[in-house]
């Protein structure tokens, strides 16, 4: 399904094109290029995206008058379609099923090693771990309380510390190119 977006933009000169080799993978997406994804330049920022990640545009000052652009430049004010677009591609959840296989402890069995290492408390709540908490290890061994990470890694695919790379849930991202 292609969108058209009706308003026009202008078009960013080639000196100031990302060059094509630069990206092996979408700006928007994330995922890498491959015989069936192919590359396609941003005529209005100049980067490159995947198809699933363009849309055409109007250009003011093209010859052909018609060009492809990313969903970020595709943007207008009046089109609610493409700002949940765009919102729905910030978010990247984990795997559920990685979730899943997270290691759950109570505090009280691993409090002696982790206040060795300072770490005695969830740094997305804020509150200190107390002996019945259930807590998670994510695999940088960073942890949180259970319920929190939880709800974390439903909106973000990285460790809220350091952005350690989690798996991320491919249903969404399938789910998100189906709408471009």
Same mark, same amino acid.
């Given at each position: 399904?292609?969108?058209?977006?009706?308003?026009?933009?202008?078009?960013?000169?080639?000196?100031?094109?990302?060059?094509?080799?630069?990206?092996?993978?979408?700006?928007c997406?994330? &995922?890498?290029?491959? @015989?069936? $994804?192919?590359?396609?330049r941003?005529?209005? +920022? /100049?980067?490159?995206? *995947?198809s699933?990640?363009?849309?055409?545009?109007?250009?003011?000052?093209?010859?052909?008058?018609?060009?492809?652009?990313?969903?970020?430049?595709?943007?207008?004010?009046?089109?609610?379609?493409?700002?949940?677009?765009?919102?729905?591609?910030?978010?990247?959840?984990?795997?559920?099923?990685?979730?899943?296989?997270l290691?759950?402890? &109570?505090?009280?069995? @691993?409090? $002696?090693?982790?206040?060795?290492?300072?770490? +005695? /408390?969830?740094?997305? *709540?804020l509150?200190d771990?107390?002996?019945?908490?259930?807590?998670?290890?994510?695999?940088?061994?960073?942890?949180?309380?259970?319920?929190?990470?939880?709800?974390?890694?439903?909106?973000?695919?990285?460790?809220?510390v350091?952005r350690?790379?989690?798996?991320?849930?491919?249903?969404?991202?399938?789910?998100?190119?189906?709408?471009?």
């Amino acid at each position: 399904m292609s969108m058209t977006v009706t308003r026009t933009r202008t078009a960013c000169p080639r000196t100031s094109w990302v060059p094509t080799n630069a990206r092996r993978s979408c700006n928007c997406c994330g &995922k890498s290029f491959s @015989v069936l $994804r192919w590359r396609h330049r941003c005529r209005v +920022c /100049g980067d490159i995206v *995947c198809s699933k990640c363009s849309v055409e545009v109007v250009l003011r000052n093209e010859v052909t008058q018609v060009g492809k652009s990313c969903v970020v430049c595709a943007i207008t004010p009046d089109s609610n379609e493409y700002l949940d677009l765009a919102a729905a591609m910030q978010r990247r959840p984990t795997c559920p099923m990685f979730v899943d296989l997270l290691p759950s402890m &109570k505090w009280k069995d @691993v409090a $002696r090693e982790h206040r060795k290492n300072g770490n +005695c /408390g969830c740094t997305i *709540c804020l509150d200190d771990y107390k002996g019945l908490d259930n807590i998670m290890q994510l695999p940088c061994h960073h942890t949180y309380h259970t319920k929190c990470i939880t709800r974390w890694l439903e909106t973000n695919d990285e460790c809220p510390v350091c952005r350690y790379s989690l798996p991320r849930d491919v249903s969404f991202a399938c789910s998100i190119s189906m709408l471009s």
